[in-house]
Antibody, heavy 119, light 108 residues
Framework: QVQLVQSGAEVKRPGASVKVSCKASGYTFTEFYIHWVRQAPGQRLEWMGWINPNGGGTDYAQKFQGRVTMTRDTSINTAYMDLRSLRSDDTAVYYC????????????WGQGTLVTVST | DIQMTQSPSSLSASVGDRVTITCQASQDISNFLNWYQQKPGKAPKLLIYVASNLETGVPSRFSGSGSGTHFTFTISSLQPEDIATYYCQQYGDLRPITFGQGTRVEIK
């Protein structure tokens, strides 16, 4: 069965960086885009961008341009999301998600990674 | 950016009631619209994709309809396990993909 397993919770200082991993199993990693979505406490879901594991192409929401980098390592079926220059309003649960065939519909989600930015 | 506006923001209904949530897009998104269910502390779960298609394994009491800018999500007979927040998500414009603000469903 398809599974996405994310790395554990992180606590960071303002100005630091965080790198969240998302290990995929149960399917061919290079055949489906991985999206990253975050959710601040009590807020709506917010799309950050996607990575195509086949080739590594990416697209980021303009809000995160210059601060986010999405990468992948196909040898270990893992996608990464690196967010820099963290601020307190980056405190959120970060999710990776895999889409279905032919639609940008996120059918498989990681368990989420809580990133807390605090002094 | 395409704005997605859900209504109501919250609702309270009895077990067995029919529940309807609407999602309005600020621009035409054809049928590029998904619905998700999120329970507290959990990741979202895809229920409906491409406006009206029921995801595999999702109970048939959930349904979706609409196209263009106006979409509807319905629970035909509310069950206690349906207590959650529901989100619509558009991908008619991928730059960026956007979600509605959510509708919290509670049992009366």
């Amino acid at each position: 069965q398809v599974q996405l397993v994310q790395s554990g919770a992180e606590v960071k200082r303002p100005g630091a960086s965080v790198k969240v991993s998302c290990k995929a199993s149960g399917y061919t990693f290079t055949e489906f885009y991985i999206h990253w979505v975050r959710q601040a406490p009590g807020q709506r879901l917010e799309w950050m961008g996607w990575i195509n594991p086949n080739g590594g192409g990416t697209d980021y929401a303009q809000k995160f341009q210059g601060r986010v980098t999405m990468t992948r390592d196909t040898s270990i079926n893992t996608a990464y999301m690196d967010l820099r220059s963290l601020r307190s309003d980056d405190t959120a649960v970060y999710y990776c998600a895999r889409v279905i065939v032919g639609a940008v519909s996120m059918a498989y989600w990681g368990q989420g990674t809580l990133v807390t930015v605090s002094t | 950016d395409i704005q997605m506006t859900q209504s109501p923001s919250s609702l309270s209904a009895s077990v067995g009631d029919r529940v309807t949530i609407t999602c309005q897009a600020s621009q035409d998104i054809s049928n590029f619209l998904n619905w998700y269910q999120q329970k507290p502390g959990k990741a979202p779960k895809l229920l409906i994709y491409v406006a009206s298609n029921l995801e595999t394994g999702v109970p048939s009491r959930f349904s979706g309809s609409g196209s263009g800018t106006h979409f509807t999500f319905t629970i035909s007979s509310l069950q206690p396990e349906d207590i959650a927040t529901y989100y619509c998500q558009q991908y008619g414009d991928l730059r960026p993909i956007t979600f509605g603000q959510g509708t919290r469903v509670e049992i009366k």
